[in-house]
């Protein structure tokens, strides 16, 4: 499911829980397609995947990644801090933002 509105990382979690659910955890390029695809068109959205203070990304339900979708030349730390992740809605790949600078919408999702 799509939020309503754009949110911050923190925000967008906190939205997934209060409906029992949590940030999308992506583990192939078929999951990553679905994902993308329920993205409006004009927004990109948060994911379950963010940097810890070991200095690596970890998904929000504790699972190791084995599988990632990053786009050219990222996670690159651009503004310093950037230890969340956004997809792109055009081409479905991952970038890496401040958490708290920028607003998205929050891609949630109940159990598997």
Do not use: Q
Request: hydrophobic share 30%.
């Amino acid at each position: 499911m799509v939020s309503d509105r754009m949110r911050t990382w923190k925000e967008a979690r906190t939205k997934c829980n209060s409906l029992g659910a949590e940030l999308v955890v992506i583990h192939s390029g078929t999951e990553n397609n679905f994902v993308g695809k329920m993205l409006p068109k004009i927004f990109n959205g948060w994911i379950g995947y963010h940097r810890k203070g070991d200095e690596k990304f970890h998904w929000v339900d504790g699972s190791m990644p084995t599988y990632t979708n990053w786009g050219y030349n990222e996670p690159n730390d651009a503004e310093t801090g950037e230890d969340c992740t956004e997809m792109r809605t055009k081409s479905f790949v991952w970038n890496d933002l401040s958490c708290t600078k920028h607003k998205k919408a929050a891609l949630c999702e109940k159990g598997k």
